[in-house]
């Protein structure tokens, strides 16, 4: 079986800014859950903060992303995050 990633979730793997500004815009304007996990139920948040990218756990947040999600082994974003303090901060 395919691993199925969804775009927010590959866009921030990539670090592409931009990207995810125009995929956030796109999905509060369809009524897109945000908060959709992949086959781990980690959340775009979950990978934001797992790829060390501050700005899109920055965006994501902004855009209604939940911090308090948890993935199938029981981790928070923010439990992703620890070596990157600037994701750290951003998501406390």
């Avoid at 990207?19 to 775009?44: A, V």
């Avoid at 700005?55 to 070596?83: C, I, M, N, R």
Wanted: proline share 8%.
């Amino acid at each position: 079986m395919p691993i199925v990633v969804l775009p927010p979730h590959q866009s921030t793997a990539a670090g592409q800014t931009k990207c995810m500004e125009l995929l956030l815009r796109r999905y509060i304007d369809d009524g897109r859950d945000i908060n959709g996990g992949d086959k781990e139920r980690m959340t775009p948040l979950h990978w934001a903060a797992f790829h060390e990218h501050p700005k899109h756990v920055q965006l994501l947040l902004k855009a209604g992303a939940s911090a308090d999600v948890l993935d199938v082994e029981g981790k928070t974003p923010l439990h992703w995050s620890p070596t990157s303090m600037a994701c750290c901060k951003v998501c406390v």
